[in-house]
């Protein structure tokens, strides 16, 4: 019954965030702002962990592969399959629930407990889509590049402990990399982030917006945003899995 | 003017609204007095629309606000200025900002218009020099006045203030109730304050209503209410020493 009622809850809320806005340039400038703070401001940390994971992850397909019947290349292929299908678009999605998801739920739980939502309303503005319609296109938009330049870090990062520790040559895992490659499995990959860009923005969002009580509430709606958020982006992550690749 | 008929709610179980009626006159500061617990601040959210009463309802200038489509409540509330208890001034914006944004939001003037308006605003509730300044940079008594130019930006037909003098030193609750008082009569609004100073009461009073246990337990004036033999409302008022000696007082003249 509980998950019935958030559900229902969750998209009516939605039915309020796409209504008409009031002033477009309004909205326009909040999603600028939104862009550097959901966006730009995570470039720090999708770099550091694409780099690394992108170095982990050949490290370990080496390590597990190292059969003279398979061949070096190989690795870098599985590293780029790895991190294109899945590091890149789901585990960054993951991390910015994390870091993005928490932030929009306690921005408007904040909000909300300290009766500025209720300001809002009382003006006449429609505060779910003034306060939740920004993030969302922000995210929609810059998730993307984000995921884009986590991709090419990654297999950088790939080739860089390859070539490092000398366990596979740089013209190996360069040939791995342009081996077989599909375009599709990209255009995959953006549609899952787009995806999880929305699920990311307006289960935080919701989380926060129907925050009641005190200050406690807010940080209990912030650890909810991430959880479910992540739960939710994990049976989408199956669902298109299923949907486009199959 | 506002009217408020038979208006009832409940949350769960618990009834903390039973048939209140009342009218809040134009150009008057209207006053709701009460206990904590008592209701004032769930009739202050009913009637601008924030709770969704059980029965009963509200007439702006004879528009039953709960009857009104989606726009035309949105129309409604573009005359309405509100100043909360907790003064819900917008953190991320400057004092100027904060003002601006029912104009930008709302208005139909050039952007330098709405400057002006907006200095207009922050300078008759003497505020001025400060509108860069955030609302964490400023002190309780000013984020009241920003709230009170915010509220006032719009030129509204209807002011709500929660409790206005909470968390303020005595000195500047009363700047802010001459400030409200002032500004009811300057702009013709109807003004609501949900109050339990009673300072505030005796100062800016004009018409109050006294709820006990969710009801509209009395209704009258400053004077009347000093006549007032209301066991109830006479035990909330003159709950301390120096209240009793001001109404001996000034039933004295």
Redo the contacts between chains.
């Keep these: 019954m509980n998950l019935l009622f958030h559900t229902g809850h969750y998209f009516q809320l939605l039915g309020e965030v796409f209504s008409k806005p009031?002033?477009f340039s309004?909205y326009w400038k909040r999603t600028v702002e939104e862009i550097d703070l959901l966006g730009v401001k995570s470039l720090g940390i999708v770099a550091l962990l694409s780099v690394f994971m992108g170095a982990v992850i050949t490290i370990q397909t080496k390590t597990n592969i190292d059969s003279p019947l398979i061949q070096s290349w190989v690795v870098g292929f599985a590293a780029r399959q790895s991190t294109i299908l899945e590091f890149s678009p789901t585990i960054i999605s993951l991390i910015l629930a994390g870091k993005v998801g928490s932030n929009i739920a306690a921005e408007i739980g904040?909000?909300r407990v300290?009766?500025?939502i209720?300001?809002l309303?009382?003006?006449?503005?429609n505060s779910a889509g003034y306060l939740i319609l920004p993030k969302v296109v922000a995210a929609i938009l810059i998730f993307p590049f984000l995921v884009v330049i986590s991709m090419f870090l990654s297999i950088f990062g790939g080739w860089m402990a390859g070539s490092l520790t000398g366990i596979v040559s740089s013209d190996d895992y360069i040939m791995g990399i342009q081996s077989g490659f599909v375009p599709w499995h990209v255009t995959y990959a953006l549609i899952k982030t787009v995806v999880f860009a929305i699920i990311i923005t307006t289960v935080s969002a919701y989380q926060g917006y129907y925050t009641s009580g005190g200050t406690r509430e807010v940080g209990i709606s912030s650890t909810k945003a991430v959880v479910y958020s992540d739960v939710v982006i994990l049976i989408m992550n199956y669902l298109l899995t299923q949907l486009l690749l199959i | 003017m506002i009217e408020v008929k038979h208006l009832s709610k409940r949350f769960g179980k618990t009834q903390v609204l039973s048939d209140i009626s009342a009218v809040f006159a134009k150009g008057r500061v209207n006053q709701v007095i009460g206990k904590s617990g008592s209701g004032k601040s769930v009739l202050c959210?009913c009637i601008?629309?924030?709770f969704v009463p059980e029965e009963g309802e509200v007439l702006y200038d004879g528009r039953s606000f709960h009857l009104l489509d989606k726009e035309q409540?949105?129309?409604?509330?573009?005359e309405?200025g509100?100043l909360?208890?907790?003064s819900?001034?917008?953190?991320s914006l400057s004092v100027l900002d904060n003002v601006l944004?029912?104009l930008?939001?709302?208005a139909t003037m050039s952007e330098g218009e709405m400057m002006d308006r907006a200095h207009l605003c922050l300078k008759r509730v003497n505020i001025e020099g400060k509108e860069k300044l955030f609302p964490s940079e400023i002190s309780g008594g000013m984020q009241k006045r920003v709230g009170i130019a915010r509220a006032i930006a719009?030129n509204p037909k209807y002011l709500?203030v929660d409790e206005p003098n909470s968390g303020l030193d005595p000195q500047t609750s009363i700047v802010i109730d001459n400030l409200i008082n002032e500004l009811t009569a300057e702009y013709d609004m109807t003004t609501i304050m949900i109050t339990h100073d009673m300072n505030s009461v005796m100062e800016a009073g004009d018409n109050i209503l006294f709820i006990h246990e969710g009801k509209a337990w009395w209704q009258g004036t400053r004077q009347e209410l000093l006549d007032s033999e209301n066991a109830e409302l006479n035990a909330f008022i003159f709950a301390s020493g120096l209240m009793r000696k001001v109404k001996e007082a000034m039933r004295k003249g």
């Excluded at chain 2, 819900?88 to 953190?91: C, K, Y």
Aim: charged share 30%; hydrophobic share 50%; glycine share 4%.
């Design positions: 009031e002033r309004l904040s909000m300290k009766e500025q209720d300001a309303d009382i003006m006449g503005v | 959210k601008v629309g924030l409540k949105r129309q409604v509330r573009q309405i509100m909360f208890q907790s819900a001034l917008f953190d944004f029912p930008r939001m709302f719009m709500f």
